[in-house]
């Protein structure tokens, strides 16, 4: 059982552009909603978080949009750079277990 | 921030080998220590939640006796892939909860290719 839906599985984008990955999840327990980036061959890094509490956060050029109604939650990279092609993964958790992952969303940014 | 530092980084053994994976909490004591394992272009998978000083708890439909599991100590806990085969082969990581912020924090993995 998939806890955390994760699309795209693939996403092509302009230089510049606006990417935008969505995850969905069911278990109302979560309340941690991490995104890691991985990059070929390395472990995942933490990217951003959110709680439950707001419905948005943003660090730079990295937004977490959060609709704890819908149970989904979205990455927005704005001025996506072709740095940024990597892999994305969402998880959610319930303070103090494990995390579900996403499947992935393998993001190339074009120059 | 916490570090855990994973190692090796890729190691090549012969069908029938063991090998051994650790992970180090360089500036935190980590309690807890999660293996999973990722095959190219998929998500993790859980594999087994290992916890200082009691036995490893495996996720269903990983055996035991071939990944072994061991937390010693604060700060180290191992992934020892026993009687290795090519199917065996795969990218293995290692991930603890740091302190703060919550979350938590990975290792830099293990490509694991068995020959």
């Known amino acids: 059982q998939q806890q955390v839906k994760q699309s795209p599985q693939s996403l092509i984008v302009q230089k510049g552009g606006i990417s935008i990955i969505n995850c969905a999840y069911e278990n109302t327990a979560f309340d941690y909603f991490p995104w890691y980036q991985q990059f070929p061959g390395k472990g995942p890094a933490l990217l951003i978080a959110?709680?439950?509490?707001?419905s948005e956060k943003k660090e730079g050029r990295f937004t977490i949009s959060f609709n704890k109604s819908a149970k989904q939650f979205s990455l927005h990279i704005m001025d996506s750079q072709p740095g940024d092609s990597a892999t994305y993964f969402c998880?959610?958790?319930?303070?103090?277990?494990?995390?579900?992952f996403g499947t992935g969303t393998s993001l190339t940014v074009i120059p | 921030g916490a570090v855990v530092s994973q190692h090796p980084s890729w190691v090549i053994c012969k069908s029938g080998t063991s090998v051994k994976i650790e992970c180090r909490s360089l500036d935190f004591q980590a309690t807890t220590m999660f293996w999973y394992r990722q095959f190219p272009k998929q998500s993790l998978m859980l594999m087994a939640t290992?916890?200082?000083?009691?036995?490893?708890?495996?996720e269903q439909g990983v055996e035991k006796d071939k990944f072994l599991i061991n937390h010693a100590s604060l700060t180290l806990s191992t992934l020892t892939v026993t009687s290795a085969h090519p199917e065996d082969s795969s990218f293995y990581i290692c991930?603890?909860?740091?302190?703060?912020?919550?979350?938590?924090?990975f290792g830099s993995g293990t490509r694991l290719t068995v020959v």
């Open positions: 290992s916890n200082e000083g009691s036995k490893a708890t495996y």
């Open positions: 998880a959610a958790s319930n303070t103090g277990n494990q995390f579900y």
């Open positions: 959110i709680r439950p509490d707001v």
């Open positions: 991930s603890a909860p740091q302190p703060f912020p919550y979350g938590y924090t």
